[in-house]
């Protein structure tokens, strides 16, 4: 679905699911790609919502429904799908698709074009598809994808409302790599870190706990071990989790103060959440606690006491304060 994109496109798939919502879908759809290497999961993703009636207003990924599966296999008969014929797009290839794509699409359902490398095409299919977008037919909509937006024509362009995709994200602004940078510098560990295929299901698992108890608050004590424990068995996997817990509550402070996230931007919600709960000085009073607890991890036989304790702590600080 759009939302899985969120992350990466936030601004192309605001605008798309707005135009879905509101009901203002255009008729052509300019994809200006610049190098996005999702773009045709992006496009199909965004198809799927104008197509299938389990996506459309939910915007919920749609199980077994026989048109996303023929959308994904790229066989779906009403979704028309053109590539360079050689090096240029050639008129003949867009005739029959104009011919079969004039006739009125069944009532209701909404028939697709899309043209890959629209930048290849030659003078006169350019010419053609031009006719086609100054007359558009009723439930036919056109995506013309480039990742050179500037080598079509200008009246091409001004036809077509443009989704600008931005380049893949850079991976030194993912989560994985921010808490990698905080809690290991540039030492060996953090490549080590960054290197295993653990990492990110650890952060994963840290960031739930935090959900788990800031919903459960005591009654997580009776979790710790399936929560907890089960993964983080040792000291060093315990130092990392507290690490990684402290960072997480400083962004919730972050967000407290009006500040933007520093490492966790993908829970804005449910940081949101957490911070509306309770007052900065408790904030505080939470990382002070697992500043303590972290402290004693050297000194402890029992893990798994001390993020007992640490829930107990963090609690009676609640209470006291
Ligand atoms: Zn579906």
Known sequence: ????????????????????????????????????????????????????????????????????????????????????????????????????????????????????????????????????????????????????????????????????????????????????DYIFGDSEKRLEFLNSDDSVDMINNIKNFICYYEKNKLSALLYTQKFWFNYFNDKDKNQFAYDVMILYYRDVLNFKVGHELAIFKNDYDKILNIADSMSEYEICSKISKILEVKEKIKNNLNLNLLMDSLIINMERGEVND
């Open 1 to 180: 679905m759009l939302d899985d994109f969120y992350l990466e496109q936030p601004l192309a798939v605001s605008i798309l699911k707005n135009s879905i919502k509101k009901n203002k879908l255009v008729h052509a759809y300019l994809f200006e790609t610049n190098g996005y290497s999702k773009k045709e999961d992006f496009i199909f993703s965004f198809i799927k919502s104008l197509l299938c009636p389990n996506n459309f207003f939910a915007f919920a990924n749609c199980e077994n429904c026989v048109l996303c599966q023929q959308l994904d296999d790229r066989c779906y008969p009403e979704v028309k799908i053109i590539n360079p014929d050689g090096m240029w797009i050639k008129k003949e290839q867009l005739d029959d698709l104009q011919q079969e794509f004039s006739k009125k699409a069944i009532v209701g359902s909404k028939k697709v074009y899309i043209i890959n490398n629209a930048e290849k095409m030659n003078a006169s299919a350019a010419n053609s598809i031009l006719k086609f977008l100054e007359e558009p037919v009723v439930n036919v909509i056109a995506i013309l994808v480039t990742d050179n937006m500037y080598q079509l024509l200008d009246t091409i362009i001004s036809r077509c409302q443009i989704i600008s995709l931005k380049k893949n994200f850079i991976k030194s602004d993912s989560e994985l790599e921010l808490v990698a």
